[in-house]
């Protein structure tokens, strides 16, 4: 997804493009990893340091709503988010001890497949898919 893309998309569902909105894609687009709002507040701040978290919070939601984002939990207690790229579909590796995650670009999508014949009529609007372990520097 392109910033001409996302803005293409807060503009036809009404949303006002402020500058805080811009910069907050920017820093997706930027670095394509997994940030926490605190995170995308302190690189917002670089360039508008009055923004507030509530601010932010605001933001990622609203963008979560409307598929720009995506949530990802790597059930450390901390929410983090990234862009929602259908091109770049993938799911994750997480370290239980130093909790960096590494992309994986296998999709278990016959799995899923499976699971949705013995559940008919269950319509599903996305999925998440992460394995936990240890990376070789923390074994």
């Given at each position: 997804?392109?910033?001409?893309?996302?803005?293409?998309?807060?503009?036809?569902?009404?949303?006002?493009?402020?500058?805080?909105?811009?910069?907050?894609?920017?820093?997706?687009?930027?670095?394509?990893?997994?940030?926490?709002?605190?995170?995308?507040?302190?690189?917002?701040?670089?360039?508008?340091?009055?923004?507030?978290?509530?601010?932010?919070?605001?933001?990622?939601?609203?963008?979560?709503?409307l598929g720009i984002i995506i949530e990802v939990d790597?059930?450390?207690?901390?929410?983090?988010?990234?862009?929602?790229?259908?091109?770049?579909?993938?799911h994750h590796l997480v370290c239980l001890k130093c909790g960096k995650a590494?992309?994986?670009?296998?999709?278990?999508?016959?799995?899923?497949?499976?699971?949705?014949?013995?559940?008919?009529?269950?319509?599903?609007?996305?999925?998440?898919?992460?394995?936990?372990?240890?990376?070789?520097?923390?074994?």
């Amino acid at each position: 997804m392109s910033m001409e893309d996302v803005l293409d998309k807060l503009k036809s569902c009404g949303i006002k493009l402020t500058p805080q909105r811009q910069e907050v894609v920017r820093v997706f687009l930027e670095d394509n990893k997994h940030f926490s709002a605190e995170e995308v507040l302190k690189k917002v701040q670089q360039t508008f340091s009055s923004v507030s978290f509530d601010t932010i919070y605001r933001t990622l939601n609203l963008f979560k709503d409307l598929g720009i984002i995506i949530e990802v939990d790597f059930f450390d207690g901390c929410r983090r988010f990234e862009m929602n790229d259908e091109n770049n579909h993938h799911h994750h590796l997480v370290c239980l001890k130093c909790g960096k995650a590494k992309e994986v670009h296998h999709c278990p999508a016959e799995c899923i497949h499976n699971i949705l014949k013995q559940n008919p009529g269950f319509k599903v609007s996305g999925h998440t898919f992460s394995i936990f372990g240890y990376c070789p520097n923390c074994q």
